[in-house]
């Protein structure tokens, strides 16, 4: 399973950015997918993730209402439409998906040291 991210960069605060992930290696539809960070100093946290049977969605609670994550399984791509950023999000950001199909996207919020598939992620970093 490949996961290949891109849309980071820098921005000022109050600022938006879309972040972007192709998957390739498997069935891409019946598979949660989500999105990591990791700020320097920090340890990786759950961000955002999104169910592949009804595209039902979980948050962190410091992005809800200011993220959010969409997907389109027939491009096999995962969204993260991220606004009002502010500098507590620059972090380096990962696309993830679980290892196994019966991992739902709030068993992924609930235990963010699961099983997943990791891409190489892409930096996000918001200026003051």
């Known amino acids: 399973v490949q996961l290949q991210a891109s849309g980071g960069g820098s921005v000022q605060a109050g600022g938006s950015l879309r972040l972007s992930c192709t998957a390739s290696?498997?069935?891409?539809?019946?598979?949660?997918m989500g999105w990591f960070r990791q700020a320097p100093g920090k340890e990786r946290e759950f961000v955002a993730a999104?169910?592949?049977?009804?595209?039902?969605?979980y948050y962190r609670d410091s992005v809800k209402g200011r993220f959010t994550i969409s997907r389109d399984n027939a491009k096999k791509m995962v969204y993260l439409e991220m606004n009002s950023l502010n500098p507590e999000d620059t972090a380096i950001y990962y696309c993830v998906s679980p290892t196994r199909a019966v991992t739902t996207a709030q068993a992924m919020a609930a235990n963010p040291k699961s099983d997943k598939y990791w891409g190489q992620g892409t930096q996000v970093t918001v200026s003051s």
């Open positions: 290696g498997r069935t891409f539809s019946s598979y949660a």
């Open positions: 999104i169910n592949w049977r009804d595209s039902s969605t």
